[in-house]
């Protein structure tokens, strides 16, 4: 028996309606929003990631599915292929290559589609994962840097856990400075750990020499008392990513956005600058992050691009599912069918099928059945459908042209014409 891959999972119905939900939501939302949608390839050549996300971090560190794709002559090398973690930094390599801000606008994109890392799995982590995410990138003449954008995509974000009805979120946010003060803040925590980094786990070891904020990110229990000692970042903000983060808290307020600051929340990726943010959720147990995301105004550059500051967020959508689940409220997102047509005796399956492409042209949804059931048969086929009416094609219905309807529930039958079937059963 072949089985699908440790990680990996089918999205069977009803769930995979679920999904569909908060997709149409999002995308929805987005419409709202002025945001439109790019599709970059699944995989993308591993300089990408690694120069993007970073060498420090776990995703590049340990978990990109990568291969070395066959070289096509021998005089050619082999390309390192990786397929994507993670969707940020395809759009950024699509922004630069097609010169996506040339003509000096700001760019309001979103994606959905599958993410792959080999993490550990358990419930709301798979190696293959899908993300719904955006980024308002451009250059900064367009307002990119504006913490007007930041606070705006961090309300989008609660617009739309509201509509699709996931409701016990907290919002975490930080600033995690810019190069500027990056570089002090490094210098504190380096200082502060060489006492007590002997005492860490061996990836906090590494990290303090390489890239001490990812320290902040360690998740070995024992670690955590010495973490929560280290310098805090917000002492080391310079007075523009202090006024900046100060504008985004301000317009939060104003738009009634709650938020709990957060000072360890530095993120898994190593483009972040300013802000950044989690939103969080009860029901989804030690995977409780919904989605996450931040400012990163130097990634252009460190993918050979322009200056062009950004900030955006992913959304995890298999976590989204779970808390819909999780909350007894659980969207109602059944789609049902309206009708089952039942072709009664032998011969009656293409009087049915005419009657069922007709009534389905004009936006009638409904199952067709078979000649061979008996009606009772029917009856029990329609019901395990959904569907509110049955419509029976005898050879005296397809005669008069006019057919009996049974509402399923109430019992109560009619006789309709053709020509007024549609309406009855709820189309056009
Ligand atoms: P990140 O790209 O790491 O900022 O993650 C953004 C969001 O994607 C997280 O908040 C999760 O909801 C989701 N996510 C990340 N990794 C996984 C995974 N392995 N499985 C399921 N969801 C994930």
């Known amino acids: 028996m072949i089985k699908a891959v440790r990680g990996t999972r089918d999205i069977l119905p009803p769930d995979s309606a679920l999904f569909q939900f908060v997709e149409a939501q999002a995308r929805e939302v987005f419409r709202l929003y002025n945001f439109q949608e790019v599709r970059t390839p699944i995989f993308e050549d591993t300089q990408l990631f690694s120069r993007s996300v970073g060498e420090e971090t776990d995703i590049v560190g340990k978990e990109m599915f990568t291969w070395e794709d066959k070289a096509r002559a021998q005089s050619e090398k082999a390309q390192s292929l990786t397929l994507r973690p993670e969707n940020t930094a395809g759009v950024v390599r699509a922004y630069i290559e097609h010169g996506l801000g040339d003509k000096g606008q700001l760019q309001k994109l979103y994606y959905m589609g599958p993410q792959f890392r080999r993490e550990r799995p358990q419930k709301g982590r798979y190696r293959q994962f899908y993300q719904i995410g955006a980024e308002v990138i451009g250059p900064a003449s367009a307002g990119s840097e504006s913490p007007a954008r930041d606070a705006e995509v961090i309300e989008m974000l609660a617009m739309l856990l509201d509509r699709v009805g996931i409701k016990g979120w ?160 659980g969207a109602q997102v059944q789609s049902a069918v309206s009708a089952y047509i039942a072709p009664l005796g032998a011969g009656m399956n293409a009087a049915a099928a005419k009657l069922a492409r007709e009534l389905r042209a004009q936006g009638v949804a409904l199952e067709l059945g078979d000649e061979s059931f008996r009606l009772k048969k029917s009856f029990e086929a329609a019901e395990r459908t959904g569907a509110k009416f049955v419509v029976i094609v005898g050879e005296n219905e397809v005669k008069a042209d006019t057919f009996a309807v049974k509402d399923i529930k109430s019992g109560e039958q009619k006789t309709i014409p053709r020509s007024e079937l549609a309406k009855t059963l709820g189309g056009r």
């Not at 939060?252 to 709990?260: F, I, M, Q, S, T």
């Not at 550059?301 to 967020?313: D, H, N, S, T, Y």
């Open 170 to 329: 907290t919002l975490l946010l930080n600033s995690v400075g810019c190069a500027n003060d990056r570089g002090k803040y490094n210098e504190a925590l380096r200082a502060a750990l060489k006492d007590v980094v002997g005492q860490m786990c061996a990836d906090c070891q590494r990290r303090a020499e390489t890239n001490p904020l990812r320290v902040l990110d360690c998740k070995v229990p024992e670690d955590q008392p010495t973490i929560e000692k280290l310098p805090k970042i917000s002492e080391y903000l310079d007075e523009p990513c202090r006024e900046n983060f100060a504008e985004v808290k301000k317009i939060l307020d104003a738009v009634g956005v709650k938020y709990e600051l957060n000072e360890r929340m530095v993120r898994g990726l190593d483009y972040y600058t300013r802000t950044t943010f989690e939103f969080t959720h009860g029901g989804l147990g030690a995977q409780s992050a919904l989605l996450g995301g931040g400012r990163y105004d130097g990634l252009s550059e460190m993918l050979g691009g322009p200056k062009a500051p950004g900030i955006g967020f992913a959304l995890g959508l298999d976590r989204f599912v779970l808390a819909l689940q999780s909350e007894a409220s």
